[in-house]
C-alpha cells in the first residue's frame, strides 16, 4: 500500500506542483499562497502516512520535499517552496488518520499495533509541545487584525493552536483503545521466541556457561 501512495504522490502529485509552481510569480508566493496551501498540506501528510505504513517512522521537512516525494524546495528564498507550517499542519492530518487506523487495526484483530501507534503518537505530540502554542485570546485577536490587513500570511501562525489541539485529541482517543485492550486482557506478552531474537548473543553464552556450571557440579 505504501509503494502504491508513492507511486500516486509521484505521478500526480508531483507533476502538478510542478505546474503550479511555474505559474506563481518568484516573489508573489505568499500573494497566491491561500489558493494551493490545503493542496500542500494533504500532500505533506500523504507522503508522512505512505512512510509510517512502510516503516512507521516520521519524515522530516526535507524528505517530503525532496524528489522521492513533492520535488520542491524546502527553502523558502528558493520560491516555490513546502512551507514549514504546511509540513507541520500535514503531520497534524497524519495523527487524526492515525487515530483511525488504530480503531481498524483492533477491528482486524491487529492488538499489537495500537501500542506502536500510541508511541508514535505521544512522540508526536511531545514534539508540537516545544512550539509553545499558548490558547491566549489577545494572540487570536491580533492574528485577525494582522489577516485583515496585511494578508493571509501574517498571523497565520497564531491559528496553528485549533489544530493543535486536534492532535492531543487523537492521542486521548488511541489512549482509550489501548486501555480497553489491556482491560479485556488482548496485550499479550511477546512470545519466548521474539524474546530470544532480542537477546544479545553474548547473553545467550553466558547462559549456557552458567547451565554447564551447574551440571557439572
Known amino acids: 500500500m505504501s509503494a502504491e501512495a508513492k507511486e500516486i504522490i509521484c505521478s500526480r502529485g508531483r507533476p502538478q506542483l510542478h505546474k503550479l509552481a511555474e505559474l506563481v510569480p518568484r516573489n508573489q508566493y505568499y500573494k497566491f499562497y491561500p489558493m494551493f496551501n490545503y493542496s500542500?498540506?494533504?500532500?505533506?501528510?500523504?507522503?508522512?502516512?505512505?512512510h509510517y505504513l512502510e516503516c512507521e517512522g516520521l519524515l522530516t521537512k526535507e524528505e517530503?520535499?525532496?524528489?522521492?516525494?513533492?520535488?520542491l524546495s524546502p527553502d523558502p528564498k528558493q520560491g516555490f517552496h513546502l512551507d514549514l507550517e504546511d509540513y507541520l499542519a500535514g503531520l497534524i492530518l497524519?495523527?487524526?488518520?492515525?487515530s483511525r487506523l488504530c480503531v481498524n487495526s483492533v477491528t482486524h484483530g491487529d492488538y499489537a499495533r495500537p501500542i506502536r501507534i500510541l508511541e508514535f503518537l505521544n512522540n508526536l505530540l511531545n514534539g508540537f509541545r516545544l512550539l509553545n502554542l499558548k490558547n491566549d485570546m489577545?494572540?487570536?485577536e491580533v492574528g485577525k487584525v494582522l489577516r485583515l490587513f496585511l494578508g493571509h500570511h501574517f498571523g497565520r501562525h497564531l491559528f496553528f493552536r485549533k489544530k493543535f489541539d486536534s492532535l492531543k485529541y487523537d492521542v486521548k482517543k488511541v489512549e482509550e483503545v489501548v486501555y480497553d485492550l489491556s482491560i479485556r486482557g488482548l496485550l499479550k506478552e511477546q512470545p519466548k521466541e521474539e524474546?530470544?531474537?532480542k537477546k544479545e548473543p553474548g547473553e545467550d553464552k553466558g547462559e549456557k556457561e552458567k547451565s554447564e556450571?551447574?551440571?557439572?557440579k
Do not use: I, P
Request: charged share 30%.
Open 64 to 71: 517530503v520535499a525532496s524528489d522521492t516525494f513533492l520535488g
Open 94 to 98: 497524519l495523527g487524526n488518520e492515525m
Open 195 to 197: 524474546e530470544e531474537e
Open 40 to 50: 500542500l498540506q494533504r500532500l505533506s501528510f500523504s507522503s508522512a502516512f505512505a
Open 213 to 216: 556450571k551447574k551440571e557439572e
Open 138 to 140: 489577545l494572540r487570536w
